[in-house]
């Protein structure tokens, strides 16, 4: 079965430091994806970044970016620079085909804190 | 940018009765979904549907849960008999054929359902 793991409960971050929230993943799947959401205290889910298994470069999207070491099976997010809009849960997901399924699997998330 | 949209954002109901979750996804989808997030816990996947059926559902998606997609663009979550452990978010989300390439699934906001 798929599984993503986040290890860290919460985090705390300076304003402008940069900061990584660790997700490391378990599949047995060659093609999968892997995905981080913000879910600020609204609660609506926010796509950050996407990361293929086969891609051979780490995945960015402005102060996003994802570190992927397939071998470790680790897809940590590093957000550079942080703002304080930045506070906010931050899950892992992944998903593959194992079993014909596509479902996204989740990790249990990374409370973020932003300090001025 | 395309969107999914939920309805309602939020409904209070009480023990017992049924409600039914709407959910507008983006028009050339073909694969919808139904996510449930338990305050302060990860997002759980309940249900996947494609070509009008159920293509896979979670061990919480049992006989009290079902889902259809009466006119070809609602896609509805109807709870029966609700209980106090229903309270919960639920998300939809749509997507169109994974290529792995990419994000391909985009979710609604939410609907945020308390069981009183």
């Known amino acids: 079965a798929q599984k993503i793991t986040q290890t860290q409960p919460g985090m705390f971050v300076q304003e402008k430091e940069a900061v990584t929230l660790d997700c490391t993943y378990d599949t047995s799947d060659q093609s999968y994806g892997l995905f981080w959401y913000k879910q600020p205290s609204s609660g609506e889910m926010i796509f950050l970044i996407y990361?293929?298994?086969?891609?051979?470069q780490n995945a960015t999207e402005g102060r996003y970016s994802l570190n992927f070491q397939k071998a470790r099976k680790s897809a940590n997010l590093v957000i550079s620079a942080s703002q304080l809009g930045d506070s906010a849960m931050y899950f892992c997901?992944?998903?593959?085909?194992?079993?014909?399924?596509?479902?996204?699997?989740f990790g249990k998330g990374t409370k973020l804190t932003v300090n001025p | 940018e395309p969107e999914v949209t939920q309805t309602p954002s939020h409904q209070v109901t009480q023990m017992g009765q049924e409600v039914i979750l709407r959910c507008v996804p983006i028009s050339n989808h073909l694969y919808f979904y139904w996510y449930r997030q338990i305050l302060g816990q990860k997002v759980e996947f309940l249900v996947s549907?494609?070509?009008?059926?159920?293509?896979?559902k979670s061990e919480i998606f049992d006989d009290q849960f079902s889902v259809e997609r009466p006119d070809g663009s609602n896609f509805t979550l109807k709870i029966r008999s609700t209980k106090l452990e229903d309270s919960a978010m639920y998300f939809c989300?749509?997507?169109?054929?994974?290529?792995?390439?990419?994000?391909?699934?985009?979710f609604g906001e939410g609907s945020w359902l308390t069981v009183v």
């Open positions: 997901a992944m998903r593959g085909t194992q079993g014909g399924s596509e479902k996204l699997v």
């Open positions: 549907f494609y070509n009008n059926e159920i293509s896979e």
């Open positions: 989300a749509s997507d169109t054929s994974w290529t792995f390439s990419g994000n391909t699934i985009y």
């Open positions: 990361q293929g298994s086969y891609d051979e």
